[in-house]
Nanobody, 124 residues
Framework: QVQLVESGGGLVQAGGSLRLSCAAS????????MTWFRQAPGKEREFVAA????????DYADSVKGRFTISRDNAKSTVYLQMNSLEPEDTAVYYC?????????????????WGQGTQVTVSS
């Protein structure tokens, strides 16, 4: 079992920045692919960014490329999402998810473990 706890969400004005953290505990963190998803009210959960277990490979949704950066520190069992140039359309609950085979998937159903989510609200 892996437990995930997100933090760092909040209210920010458009153009501002936030850094989300996802701390993992339980089984070995290093072998897991880690992904951030988000879900806005009335919408489906969508892929935001992912990072391979080694950190070598990263992938981003087109809507966040150039603005968001995902990273991980396996020694601290933590994955981060640095969000810059935030837009009102980024408002959502952000979730981190872990995939035990180390493979990056874009579909939420492929993920084994989820955090409880952290709210990000961007005002215009």
């Amino acid at each position: 079992q892996v437990q995930l706890v997100e933090s760092g969400g909040g209210l920010v004005q458009a153009g501002g920045s936030l850094r989300l953290s996802c701390a993992a505990s339980g089984r070995t963190f290093g072998g897991y692919a880690m992904t951030w998803f988000r879900q806005a009210p009335g919408k489906e959960r969508e892929f935001v960014a992912a990072i391979s277990w080694s950190g070598v490979r990263t992938d981003y949704a087109d809507s966040v490329k150039g603005r968001f950066t995902i990273s991980r520190d396996n020694a601290k069992s933590t994955v981060y999402l640095q969000m810059n140039s935030l837009e009102p359309e980024d408002t959502a609950v952000y979730y981190c998810a872990a995939e035990s085979s180390g493979t990056i998937y874009y579909t939420p159903s492929r993920y084994d473990y989820w955090g409880q989510g952290t709210q990000v609200t961007v005002s215009s």
